[in-house]
C-alpha cells in the first residue's frame, strides 16, 4: 500500500510525542531508515511541511495571513490575533489592489473583508 | 425616467447595501497540466462543482480524493500556475437557456460565439441533471417527419425516440442529420445541433447551410471546436440536451443532433487518463457507458400530467473501417432504440442516402408513423428484402422466370427511388404518393435510371390537379376511396 506524506508526518507526531533527547534521537534514526527503505528520501521537505501543520494543530497555534492594502498598525494586528484565538502567528501582507480592508487567510478558508471585494459585490448587486 | 431619478434609485440601493465579510473556501493547485489540475484543501467541495481559479478561468472538480481534488479547466490552462489559489463557488456548472439561445451559435458553456451579442437569460440549469423517471413517460406515438425517403418508409423515428445513426467518415453521417432539421421548419419543433470537435470550417459551413434554408430560426448550434480543450468536448452534450429540457418542460418537442459521440467519448478518455483514472478496454474508463447512456436516457417522450413535451435525439457515432463492434459503438447501439447504419460501398455505388435498409433499424418508431405511410411501406420493406435476396443470386444467372424477374425490377426501381440528394427533404404525403406509385407497378415500365426524373413529374402532376388527396393523405387518412383516387391519379398520369 502506498503511504502518503500526510501519514508519515502523523506517524512521527506520534511516536515523538513526550520523548525525551535521547530516545528522540534513536526514533528520528529510525524514521530516516523508514523512509529510506520507502523510498520516501525525496519526499523529506513534504513531510517536514505536514508535520509542522499538525504540531500546530495539535497545540492549538493558528497560522494566519493577512492581506491588507497598507501597513497595518500593531493595535488591529493584536486585535485580529486576539479574535482567532490564544496562539496566533500571523503573516502580513501587502496587497494594493485590495484598496482598503483585510482579507484574513486561516487554513482553508478566506474571510474577505476588502473594499475592493465589497464593491465588486455592490457593483453585482446595481447590474440585476 | 429622468437623471434625478436614476440618481435617487441608485442613492438607494447603494445606501440599502449591506457590507459583508464574504467567508471563502480555497484550495492551492499543486499540478497543473494538459486540461487538468490536482489541488490541495477545498475540504469541502461537491463533485462536479465548478472552481473559480485565477483570473476569472473556471474549472470543474471532478475526482474527490482523500488528499487532493483533481479537476478539468475550461478555458486557458496555461496561465494557471502551480501555488495559485483557487476558490469554491458552491454552484454546479449551468449554462443559461430560454427562447434567447434559439437562432444562435453558442460553445459548450453557452456563451455566444457568432458575434450576435451576448445572451441574457434569465434562468440557467444544470447540465447534469436526472433523467425523468418511468411514471413521467409515455410511449412514442407522434412521427418526426426527417424527409428522407428511407427514413421516413423505413426506418421511422418517433417524437423522443433515441436513434443513431452510425457509418465510416464520409458516409453522408451529418448530411442526413442537417436535412432532418431543416425539415422541421414548421413541423412545431425546436432543434438544436451540438458540434463535438468537429473542424471550425466545417460547422461554418452547416451554419451557413442552416441559415439558408430558414433552418436557423428554430435551431441553436452548440460547438465545441478541435480547437478547443477536451473539457469542452466532454460537456457540449450535456450543455445541449440541458437547453433542449428547458422547452420539453415547457411542453415543446424538441429534435436534438450529437455530431458525433464518438469524439466525446475520446474527450472523457483523455480527461480520465490524465486524471489518472485505471483505463479499461480501448483505454477508455469504466464509466464510459454510462457517460452516454446518462445522456441519451435524458430524450423522452413525457405525459400529459408531465407538459407533455418531448427530445428527440440523433446521436452521430463514426465508425473505423466499418467496425461496428468496437467497444463505443456497441455501448451506444444497446442504448439507443435503434439504429440507421450508413456504408462507403453504397455511397460509392451511388445510392445516397447511403442507408443499409436491411440492417438499420428503428425499434419503436413503427408506432409513430402516420397511417398512410405504415400502409405503403410494409410493402416496399417486403419487396426491398425479396430484391436482395434475389439480387446475389440473379449475378449467376442468364434466364430468370418471369415472376424472379418481375421482383428483380420491382426491386431495383424501389432502391432507385430512395436516392435522394441533400437538402431536399420531401413532404410525407409526397412521399406516400411515389412510394405507392412504384409498388402499385405503375413506374415499371420507366428505366431505374429515370425513377426520379418521373417521381418529379409525377409529384407535380398530382400536386397541380389532386393537392386535396395529397391533403387528405398528410393528415393521415387512409381508406379504400383515397387508395382508388391514388389509383385513378396514376392512371390519369401515366397516359
Known amino acids: 500500500m502506498k503511504i502518503s506524506n500526510k501519514q508519515f508526518a502523523e506517524a512521527l507526531y506520534e511516536l515523538t510525542i513526550g520523548l525525551n533527547a535521547s530516545d528522540l534521537d534513536i526514533v528520528l534514526k529510525n524514521f530516516v531508515g523508514l523512509l529510506a527503505k520507502k523510498h520516501k528520501i525525496k519526499q523529506t521537505n513534504n513531510i517536514i511541511a505536514e508535520f509542522e501543520t499538525i504540531l500546530k494543530k495539535k497545540q492549538g497555534i493558528v497560522e494566519l495571513e493577512v492581506t491588507s492594502a497598507r501597513d497595518l498598525d500593531t493595535e488591529i494586528i493584536k486585535k485580529i490575533k486576539e479574535s482567532f484565538g490564544k496562539e496566533v502567528f500571523v503573516q502580513e501582507k501587502i496587497d494594493k489592489n485590495l484598496i482598503g480592508g483585510i482579507r484574513v487567510k486561516i487554513e482553508d478558508k478566506i474571510l474577505d473583508a476588502s473594499v475592493k471585494t465589497q464593491l465588486a459585490n455592490l457593483k453585482k448587486s446595481l447590474t440585476i | ?495
Not at chain 2, 473559480?52 to 473556471?58: A, D, V
Not at chain 2, 465545441?224 to 477536451?230: F, I, M, V
Open chain 2, 1 to 495: 425616467m429622468s437623471t434625478n431619478q436614476v440618481i435617487e434609485e441608485l442613492k438607494k440601493h447603494i445606501s440599502a447595501f449591506q457590507k459583508t465579510v464574504e467567508v471563502e473556501e480555497v484550495g492551492t493547485v499543486i499540478e497543473v497540466g494538459d486540461g487538468i489540475a490536482r489541488m490541495s484543501g477545498l475540504t469541502s467541495c461537491q463533485s462536479q462543482e465548478m472552481l473559480e481559479f485565477p483570473g476569472g478561468i473556471m474549472g470543474v472538480a471532478l475526482n474527490l480524493e482523500e488528499e487532493t481534488v483533481g479537476a478539468m479547466i475550461l478555458g486557458e490552462y496555461e496561465k494557471i500556475k502551480e501555488g495559485d489559489t483557487v476558490k469554491r463557488t458552491g454552484r454546479i456548472l449551468s449554462v443559461p437557456v430560454g427562447e434567447k439561445v434559439i437562432g444562435r451559435v453558442v460553445n459548450a458553456l453557452g456563451q455566444a460565439i457568432d458575434g450576435k451579442g451576448d445572451i441574457v437569460t434569465k434562468e440557467f440549469y444544470p447540465i447534469e441533471k436526472t433523467a425523468p423517471g418511468v411514471m413521467s413517460r409515455q410511449p412514442v406515438g407522434v412521427p418526426v417527419q426527417t424527409g428522407i425517403k428511407a427514413i421516413d418508409a423505413m426506418i421511422p423515428i418517433g417524437r423522443g425516440q433515441r436513434e443513431l445513426i452510425i457509418g465510416d467518415r464520409q458516409t453522408g453521417k451529418t448530411a442526413i442529420a442537417i436535412d432532418a432539421i431543416i425539415n422541421q421548419k414548421g413541423q412545431n419543433m425546436k432543434c438544436i445541433y451540438v458540434a463535438i470537435g468537429q473542424k471550425e470550417s466545417k460547422v461554418a459551413r452547416i451554419v451557413a447551410k442552416l441559415e439558408e434554408n430558414g433552418a436557423m430560426e428554430y435551431t441553436t448550434v452548440v460547438v465545441a471546436g478541435a480547437s478547443d480543450p477536451a473539457a469542452m468536448s466532454f460537456i457540449a452534450p450535456y450543455a445541449g440536451v440541458t437547453m433542449a429540457e428547458y422547452f420539453a418542460d415547457k411542453g415543446e418537442d424538441v429534435l436534438i443532433v450529437y455530431d458525433d459521440l464518438t469524439k466525446q467519448a475520446w474527450a472523457y478518455r483523455e480527461i480520465s487518463l490524465l486524471l489518472r483514472r485505471p483505463p479499461g478496454r480501448e483505454a477508455y474508463p469504466g464509466d464510459v457507458f454510462y457517460l452516454h447512456s446518462r445522456l441519451l436516457e435524458r430524450a423522452c417522450n413525457l405525459n400529459k400530467e408531465h407538459g407533455g413535451g418531448s427530445i428527440t435525439a440523433l446521436p452521430i457515432i463514426e465508425t473505423q473501417a466499418s467496425d461496428v463492434t468496437a467497444y463505443i459503438p456497441t455501448n451506444v447501439i444497446s442504448i439507443t432504440d435503434g439504429q440507421i447504419f450508413l456504408e462507403t460501398d453504397l455511397f460509392f455505388k451511388g445510392i445516397r442516402p447511403a442507408v443499409n435498409v436491411g440492417i438499420s433499424v428503428s425499434r419503436v418508431g413503427g408506432a409513430a408513423q402516420t397511417k398512410p405511410m405504415k400502409k405503403v411501406s410494409g410493402k416496399i420493406k417486403l419487396a426491398l428484402a425479396q430484391y436482395r435476396e434475389l439480387e446475389a443470386f440473379a449475378q449467376f444467372a442468364s434466364d430468370l422466370d418471369v415472376e424472379t424477374k418481375k421482383q428483380l425490377d420491382r426491386g431495383a426501381r424501389v432502391v432507385e427511388l430512395m436516392k435522394q440528394p441533400q437538402y431536399s427533404p420531401m413532404h410525407v404525403e409526397d412521399q406516400v404518393a411515389s412510394i405507392f406509385a412504384v409498388d402499385s407497378g405503375y413506374f415499371d415500365d420507366v428505366a431505374v435510371t429515370d425513377i426520379l426524373k418521373t417521381e418529379e413529374k409525377f409529384l407535380d402532376f398530382v400536386r397541380g390537379g389532386h393537392q386535396s388527396l395529397l391533403e387528405k393523405i398528410s393528415k393521415g387518412e387512409w381508406d379504400d376511396s383515397i387508395i382508388a383516387d391514388l389509383k385513378g391519379v396514376c392512371e390519369e398520369f401515366k397516359k
